[in-house]
Nanobody, 122 residues
Framework: QVQLKESGGGSVQAGGSLRLSCEVS????????MGWFRQTPAGTEREGVACIYRDGTTFYADSVTGRFTISGDYAKNTLYLQMNNLSPDDTAMYYC???????????????WGQGTQVTVSS
């Protein structure tokens, strides 16, 4: 059974940075992507933020390209999301996700974490 546990969320001012971590336990099928989604209180669907394949291939949402960086430390079974130059529009619950296809989005996710809140004030 795969379990994902996020940490690192919090409150920051616009322009600040946060690093999210996702501890992974259990066997994850490495042919699929691992990554991050986010959802706002008003959002009806979780938005894909970034994903990374085992070979290092990465994908990002247009809204975060150049500001966010996804990485994985496979020795520590941990996934990271470095978020820089944060804006109030980045305020959301951020979810770690495993075994999904980037182009298929949230409906294709095999496993979800519980989420960690990121709040950015102006």
């Amino acid at each position: 059974q795969v379990q994902l546990k996020e940490s690192g969320g919090g409150s920051v001012q616009a322009g600040g940075s946060l690093r999210l971590s996702c501890e992974v336990s259990g066997h994850v099928d490495s042919t699929y992507c691992m990554g991050w989604f986010r959802q706002t209180p008003a959002g009806t669907e979780r938005e894909g933020v970034a994903c990374i394949y085992r070979d290092g291939t990465t994908f990002y949402a247009d809204s975060v390209t150049g500001r966010f960086t996804i990485s994985g430390d496979y020795a520590k079974n941990t996934l990271y999301l470095q978020m820089n130059n944060l804006s109030p529009d980045d305020t959301a619950m951020y979810y770690c996700a495993a075994e999904f296809l980037w182009l298929s989005g949230a409906p294709s996710v095999g496993y979800w974490g519980q989420g960690t809140q990121v709040t950015v004030s102006s």
